[in-house]
């Protein structure tokens, strides 16, 4: 069969299969980090200025990826918050990045070092392992859970930049060489003039560079990429370091300037929730976690969005994997020295965990999407491993059908639990109770189930799981404020207001928490106390119009109306709904005859609305004249 229609067969099949796999994902809902980073997210509103759509919230994922805010503020510009549009876009993403991982895995096997073993295979054994990555259950958490397209587009632009850099940079080895296209690294099959045209490498550098830098601007992840890139040309297009630096220094210079982008990333960025972590209790857990994660590639049983994965302490929890991990790479080093081809998927998938699983205390050491790119060193693994041992078999016929049978049995297994993975998605509830029916011990398992539990009006299953989430985790001040509002809900304001002060005590500038015991206060008509609650809440968010109304509403409850009225006053400016209600204040003061306060009030709503049709008429009413 024409290579050429062997490759659009391929490719043509992995976009079916993950079109199939991925089908349900679409009715999938936001979840976890989609809410703050997509749905409260007002920065994604609009495309311009870019300054605003590619800048993420900081308590958000979104605060050090603006490649990844602006394509939410592109999702949002075409459909708004319809969940649709944004998974269509990230399965989109997944499919060019199994297909740019088939070109890469498909040209490795065509490379000079590998062409005289794999030549009439490289198209079949790139597919099989291409296919087996995109169809895996371990990527819905990159793929159906929204805000991690932050990893599959990193992922996109991490291949696209090593696949640009395989066609640009073999093409220059061609021109300084002089050989034929046959005689090297990805052109296999096709003979070409010996002179190529520079100005096609050029073409693909540049691409590669673009796409680098682009990769940098989506997530850290992407800094290993230029290094990547400088080992891989030593193994497969240039032979040796020596020869690669030779060939290709200038362009290792320009991509070694786009981890500038990451540094200012960086400088910029508040990263003050990580200080109190500590980085060498998070790398001493991290073997273990790769290991779980080794795990999961080859047996993806059970998964989990949410781990809650406890730092390692004790020398039982560190010692054993790190000590497995250690002869992991160990292997890795003695592969590159004596078997580079196999050496360099260790580094692969050890390289790409770097910035992930080392000594950056990142907030959770696990999340599955982290094994996004790294997984495809293992299904080439696997399927290496399947084909020689099919390569037993003496009749041709016979390995081509039990390797076609095997590959389509396999694919059907992951896909399947890939679909069924899908559908935990399109319930947040179900999700969250998954993941507490796991990791019992986990707190935030337990209060994001309460939030879920709460939004289905079971109030008193929620208070359950917040106890449950203060318990595991005594500072835990959101968990402590929800359960105060659920509290309060079902009319316990007294116990409430002692969880408030815990979540007070544990975050002084909590401002939420100190509003809610303000409305809790107010309810057992502590109206004095619940004033200096959102005094101090006016304090700590000036913006935030209810805290006005409410300090208001304290001081009208305690006849203090002239007190009142600037903050009604402000109230009403910051946020207009709450001129009705002032309206009605007027109103209820000149049914009563007390016309004066009264006046007070619509004129307090003209100096800030002179064209308010009711407050105009009251005056003219009130007074026998026009404001």
């Known amino acids: ?67 990844v805010s602006l394509t939410l503020a592109i999702n949002y510009a075409l459909g708004g918050l319809d969940a649709w549009n944004f998974h269509a876009f990230n399965l989109l993403i997944h499919i060019l990045t199994g297909l740019t991982l088939f ?3 498909r040209r490795t096997f065509l490379s000079r070092r590998l062409a005289a073993r794999f030549d009439r295979q490289a198209t079949g054994l790139a597919f099989a392992s291409a296919l087996l990555w995109i169809v895996h259950p371990i990527q819905t958490e990159s793929v159906t859970y929204i805000i991690q397209r932050s990893e599959s587009l990193a992922g996109l632009f991490y291949l696209l930049t090593l696949y640009c850099f395989i066609r640009g ?18 052109n296999a099959g096709h003979r070409q003039p010996s002179t190529v045209n520079r100005q096609l490498s050029s073409l693909w550098l540049g691409l590669s560079f673009l796409f680098c830098a682009l990769g940098m601007g989506t997530k850290s992840v992407m800094i290993t990429a230029p290094l990547m890139v400088i080992i891989y040309d030593a193994i497969f297009i240039s032979g040796s370091p020596r020869e690669a630096f030779k060939n290709h220094w200038p ?37 273990g976690v790769i290991l779980h994660l080794i795990r999961l590639s080859f047996w993806p049983h059970p998964l989990c969005l949410d781990y809650g994965w406890p730092l390692a302490h004790r020398i039982r929890e560190i010692l054993p994997p790190a000590m497995l991990i250690g002869a992991l790479l160990w292997a890795t080093i003695w592969g590159l020295i004596k078997r580079p081809t196999l050496g360099f998927l260790g580094i692969w998938f050890f390289l790409i965990l770097a910035p992930t699983s080392t000594i950056l205390p990142l907030e ?17 693994l696997a399927v290496l491993a399947a084909y020689t041992l099919l390569r037993r078999v003496r009749s041709k016929k016979r390995r081509i059908i039990l390797g076609c049978v095997l590959l389509t049995a396999t694919t059907i297994i992951l896909g399947y639990r890939t679909h069924v993975r899908n559908r935990i998605y399109q319930s947040p509830l179900v999700l969250w109770q998954s993941i507490v029916d796991q990791r019992p011990e986990h707190a935030r398992g337990h209060y994001n189930l309460g939030l879920e539990l709460s939004k289905v009006g079971k109030r008193e299953a929620a208070i359950v799981e917040y106890r449950e989430a203060v318990r595991l985790k005594p500072d835990y001040s959101d968990a402590y404020n929800n359960l105060g509002a659920a509290l309060v809900e079902g009319g316990n304001a007294l116990e409430a207001i002692r969880h408030y002060g815990q979540a007070l005590r544990t975050k002084p500038q909590f401002w939420e928490a100190r509003y809610n015991m303000g409305i809790a206060l ?21 913006i935030f119009a209810p805290a006005y109304h409410q300090a208001a509403e304290e001081l009208w409850k305690m006849d203090q109306i002239d007190q009142a009225l600037p903050y009604y006053r402000k109230a009403i400016r910051l946020n207009p709904a709450y001129r009705e209600i002032l309206y009605n204040r007027g109103v209820e003061l000149s049914n009563r005859g007390d016309q004066g306060p009264a006046l007070s009030i619509f004129q307090t709503i003209l100096y800030v609305y002179p064209d308010y049709p009711p407050a ?12």
């Open 1 to 67: 069969m024409e290579h050429k229609t062997k490759i659009r067969i391929a490719a043509t099949i992995l976009i079916v299969s993950g079109l199939l796999v991925y089908i349900n994902s679409f009715s999938g809902a936001f979840v976890f980090d989609d809410i703050k980073a997509i749905v409260a997210n007002q920065r994604i509103r609009n495309l311009l200025p870019l300054t605003e759509s590619m800048t993420g919230p900081m308590e958000s994922a979104l605060r050090d990826r603006p490649i």
């Open 103 to 105: 070109g890469i895995i």
């Open 169 to 186: 940079g073999s093409y220059l080895v061609i021109a300084k060489s002089g050989a034929t296209a046959d005689q090297t690294s990805n």
């Open 522 to 542: 107010s309810s057992l008509k502590k109206y004095r106390e619940a004033e200096i609650c959102f005094q101090e809440v006016i304090r700590i968010q000036p």
């Open 251 to 287: 362009f290792f210079i320009s991509l070694a300037a786009t981890w500038l982008i990451q540094i200012l990333i960086i400088l910029r960025t508040d990263y003050g929730d990580l200080k109190s972590l500590s980085p060498t209790a998070y790398f001493l857990t991290q073997p």
């Open 364 to 380: 959770d050491p696990i999340f599955e999407h982290r094994l996004y790119l790294s997984l495809a060193a293992f299904t080439t």
């Open 616 to 627: 105009r008429q009251a005056v003219k009413r009130l007074t026998g004249k026009e404001s």
